[in-house]
């Protein structure tokens, strides 16, 4: 499986391009998150996890 991180953040009123809106709807915005971005070979799809960062 190959693997994507990539550090999220606000930037002004907006977060990086890379991550759409809906998908930040469930997450608490005030804290900071890593995005890891899997892609399965086997099935041909993307998987996305927020992971806090610490």
């Given at each position: ?32 998150y ?21």
């Open positions: 499986m190959a693997t994507i991180r990539r550090k999220m953040y606000k930037r002004g009123s907006s977060f990086e391009t890379t991550v759409p809106m809906p998908l930040l709807f469930a997450i608490d915005k005030s804290k900071k890593d995005v890891v971005f899997n892609f399965d070979e086997k099935t041909q799809r993307w998987y996305i996890e927020f992971e806090e960062m610490k």
